[in-house]
């Protein structure tokens, strides 16, 4: 089952004197979060009265946080969006919805499960777990199908199994 609010990014500090936070945001583009009109901080919905990008970091003026103090006493939340008002471009899909699918290889076989979706600088790559631990690169060399229902699809090839002798 999907989660309905999806974690976005953590409160990382204050800008300015009206109560803005900065957010550290966790999608491919921080822009993605400009597209909510509400968030979900300590488990309540709170109203975006204004978001914009600065830097790599996302600022946002929250209802209800309106100084410098009350801002800085959300540092370290974490910042949750709720799906329904996601866009996302065809074929992608969110981290935590792949975490916990099964895995198979191109015979069919299951390798295990998605414990993990590293973000590095060329791709992603997802950490397996099951009677072995497979690091696959995402790409479409490797990557056969994703099926947030069924499972993933992939092609092994000699050195993605990080536990071999």
């Known amino acids: 089952m999907q989660k309905q609010w999806l974690e976005a990014g953590r409160i990382v500090g204050t800008h300015g004197v009206r ?3 900065k957010v550290e945001p966790w999608a491919d583009e921080p822009a993605f979060l400009l597209a909510f009109d509400q968030v ?9 009265e204004q978001a914009r990008v600065h830097k790599s970091q ?20 974490i910042v949750s969006i709720n799906r329904a008002g996601a866009q996302l471009e065809e074929g992608a899909v969110f981290i935590a ?26 791709n992603d790559v997802y950490v ?16 056969l199908d994703i099926d947030t229902e069924t499972g993933v699809r992939v092609k092994l090839v ?8």
């Open 158 to 165: 000699e050195g993605m199994q990080t536990d071999a002798n």
């Open 19 to 21: 109560g803005e936070v």
């Open 97 to 122: 919805d792949l975490i916990g699918l099964p895995v198979f290889d191109q015979s069919g076989a299951q390798l295990g499960q998605i414990t993990e979706v590293l973000t590095l600088p060329a």
């Open 128 to 143: 397996v777990r099951g009677e072995h631990e497979y690091l696959i690169p995402v790409v479409r060399e490797f990557v």
């Open 40 to 48: 979900l901080l300590q488990g309540r919905p709170v109203a975006v």
């Open 58 to 77: 996302v600022l946002l003026k929250l209802a209800g946080i309106d100084s410098v103090e009350a801002a800085a006493a959300l540092r370290g939340q």
